[in-house]
């Protein structure tokens, strides 16, 4: 009985083994003449998957961070007049300080202090000892006491820059089953309301070559109108990049926008949206990853970063010269959607 079922079985593997043989031989046979990889095969090869084609261009990754020095002489003595600004780590910041080295060597180099807030201390003392305080993609929401506390200090001449951008999921691990998201709230909403700004629900997008940095997500915005947010800069990359809505009677101006035609993510809406607007002494610029150096030398990245930094040492007042109300801008938008 055994036999009658093994020397059959014994036979199928023997004739499966010769036709998996003869099917290498053939191949290796074909392959030694065939065309090289990459080639062109008519039918098989279209001519934007050839080697030549399959690399995009990108921004060339170059310049560097230009900070008035802080320094003067006088009589022949030299004496520290630097500024000094506070970074925010308090609120679960989605930064490290390690991500903000470039900045901090430009500005110690410059006689600048930049120096990190953990919130040992009441952020309204800690903020007196410094000229700008920068707040980077907060997580967690400020306090009451906390907003009071930055009201006060750009009452009283102090400026502020808050990049961000809205809530997203993120994915906070990945491994062999699977990964894991997290939905990441941006927590300066009720900081920013009380200066009459908010930040889009969504992130925008744009498909058109000249219009991105090798990405859809990673869109291009331009300056307004000259002033000195926007000096020597013609073009800013972001890669998670957002807009801004201002309330009509807030008097917030547009500073940046993004290129034409772009969209918001999820509805799919075309307008030219405000990215980067200033209120009085606070600015916010919905994204963050410009800051960071695996985008912080892309396009005028740089350059932008370089302003930024200017404004909160309070070297110069560009207010004058801003461009058009956001709330103008977001008006527009909003009647054009009701039309629709």
């Known amino acids: 009985m055994s036999d009658r079922i093994i020397k059959p079985l014994a036979v199928f593997i023997l004739v499966i083994a010769v036709i998996l043989a003869g099917t290498a031989v053939i191949g290796l046979l074909s392959g030694a003449s065939g065309t090289p990889d990459g080639q062109r095969i008519d039918g098989q090869s279209p001519s934007q998957f050839q080697p030549s084609n399959l690399n995009q261009g990108v921004d ?6 230009t900070i008035e020095s802080g320094a003067t002489t006088t009589g022949g003595d030299s004496s520290n007049s630097g500024g000094s600004v506070l970074v925010d780590l308090r609120h679960s910041n989605a930064v490290t300080q390690a991500e903000l080295e470039p900045i901090e060597t430009a500005m110690f180099s410059a006689g600048h202090s930049f120096e990190y807030d953990t919130g040992q201390d009441p952020l309204n003392e800690t903020l007196n000892e410094h000229d700008g305080y920068l707040v980077i993609q907060p997580t967690e929401g400020f306090s009451e006491s906390e907003r009071e506390a930055v009201d006060e200090f750009t009452a009283n001449g102090g400026r502020v820059v808050i990049l961000g951008e809205p809530t997203q999921p993120r994915v906070t691990s990945s491994g062999l089953f699977g990964t894991s998201t997290a939905i990441v ?32 997500k990673s869109i291009y915005t331009s300056p307004v109108r000259g002033n000195q947010l926007t000096e020597g800069v013609e073009t800013v990359s972001f890669d998670r990049g957002g807009y801004v ?4 009677d807030s008097g917030a101006t547009t500073v940046f926008t993004a290129t034409e035609d772009t969209k918001t993510l999820d509805t799919r809406r075309a ?7 200033r209120n009085d002494d606070i600015v916010f610029v919905a994204d ?13 990245n740089e350059v932008f970063v370089s302003n930024l930094m200017q404004f909160l040492l309070g070297s110069e007042d560009p207010r004058n010269t801003a461009g058009p109300a956001a709330s103008e801008t977001q008006s527009t938008q909003n009647e054009s959607t009701a039309q629709n």
Not at 60 to 65: A, C, I, N, R, V
């Open 60 to 65: 060339p990754e170059s310049g560097s961070l």
């Open 185 to 216: 709230s941006f927590g300066a909403d009720e900081l920013l309301d009380e200066y009459g700004i908010s930040i889009g629900p969504e992130l925008l997008y744009n498909t058109a070559d000249e219009s991105n940095d090798n990405g859809f």
């Open 245 to 248: 809505i201002a309330r009509d």
């Open 271 to 277: 307008d030219t949206y405000p990215t980067v607007v």
């Open 288 to 300: 963050s990853t410009f800051i960071k150096p695996i985008e912080l030398y892309d396009t005028d």
